[in-house]
C-alpha cells in the first residue's frame, strides 16, 4: 500500500533552515511528483510547492520562491523540502503529499516545525 | 492567482441531513484540477474528490462533487458522524495550486 512518512519534530530558532523528508513506499516512486503544504496552529492549508520525483523539475509558490528547496533522491525513494531563514510564522504543520494530475491523493503524517528564540 | 472562496464558513446540521459546501474562484478553473478534501483534527488531509466530480479510493457514494468554471459543490447527502470535519477545495492551474479557506461541518 502506499505510504508516506515523514520525519519527527523539528524546533529552530529564528534565522535556521529546517529539512524536513518523506520516504515513500508502496508505488512506483518515478511515476508521481510531491507536492508540500503547511499548516499554521488552527489556520487552513497553504500550498508550498511541488516537484516532479524523477525529473526533479520544481514550481514554488510565489511567497516561498526565495527560501524554499524541494528535492527528491531516487535511489531512497525520499523526497525533501526544505526552508531557509525561518520565522515565528513558518510554525506550522508540514505535509507531504504524493501529486497526481492536479490533486494531492496520498499524504504524509505530517512534521511539526516549531520556530522559537 | 486563483483565489478560492468557500462559504459558508461554518455548517451547523444533524446526522442524517444533507449538507451542500459551496467553493466560488476568482477565475475559471479547469474541472479536471478542482478537488475536495476532508480534514480531522490532528489528522492529514484525505481526498474525497477530483476532476470536481470523481470520487476518491474508497469514499463513500454520499459524497458528490459537482460544477465547473468558478462554482463547484461538495454535497454530503445525509451527515454519518464521522463526517463532521473540516472541508477545503483545491484547484491547481499554471503550475500553481491554492486552497478554500476552508468550510467546518459541526454538529447542531
Known amino acids: 500500500q502506499v505510504q508516506l512518512v515523514q520525519s519527527g519534530v523539528e524546533v529552530k530558532k529564528p534565522g535556521a533552515s529546517v529539512k524536513v523528508s518523506c520516504k515513500a513506499s508502496?508505488?512506483?516512486?518515478?511515476?508521481?511528483?510531491f507536492s508540500w503544504v503547511r499548516q499554521a496552529p488552527g489556520e487552513g492549508l497553504e500550498w508550498l510547492g511541488w516537484?516532479?520525483?524523477?525529473?526533479?523539475?520544481?514550481n514554488y509558490a510565489q511567497n516561498f520562491q526565495d527560501r524554499l528547496i524541494l528535492t527528491t533522491d531516487t535511489s531512497t525513494t525520499t523526497a525533501y523540502m526544505e526552508l531557509k531563514s525561518l520565522r515565528s510564522d513558518d510554525t506550522a504543520v508540514y505535509y507531504c503529499?504524493?501529486?497526481?494530475?492536479?490533486?494531492?491523493?496520498?499524504w504524509g503524517q505530517g512534521t511539526l516545525v516549531t520556530v522559537s528564540s | 492567482e486563483i483565489v478560492l472562496t468557500q462559504s459558508p464558513g461554518t455548517l451547523s446540521l444533524s446526522p442524517g441531513e444533507r449538507a451542500t459546501l459551496s467553493c466560488r474562484a476568482s477565475?475559471?478553473?479547469?474541472?479536471?484540477?478542482l478537488a475536495w478534501y476532508q480534514q480531522k483534527p490532528g489528522q492529514p488531509p484525505r481526498l474525497l474528490i477530483y476532476?470536481?466530480?470523481t470520487r476518491a479510493t474508497g469514499i463513500p457514494d454520499r459524497f458528490s462533487g459537482s460544477g465547473s468554471g468558478t462554482d463547484f459543490t461538495l454535497t454530503i447527502s445525509r451527515l454519518q458522524p464521522e463526517d463532521f470535519a473540516v472541508y477545503y477545495c483545491?484547484?491547481?492551474?499554471?503550475?500553481?495550486?491554492?486552497f478554500g479557506q476552508g468550510t467546518k461541518v459541526e454538529i447542531k
Open positions: 503529499a504524493r501529486f497526481g494530475t492536479g490533486y494531492s491523493d496520498y
Open positions: 508502496g508505488y512506483n516512486f518515478a511515476s508521481y511528483g
Open positions: 516537484i516532479s520525483a524523477y525529473m526533479g523539475n520544481t
Open positions: 477565475q475559471n478553473v479547469r474541472f479536471t484540477y
Open positions: 476532476g470536481a466530480s
Open positions: 483545491q484547484q491547481y492551474s499554471d503550475s500553481q495550486y491554492t
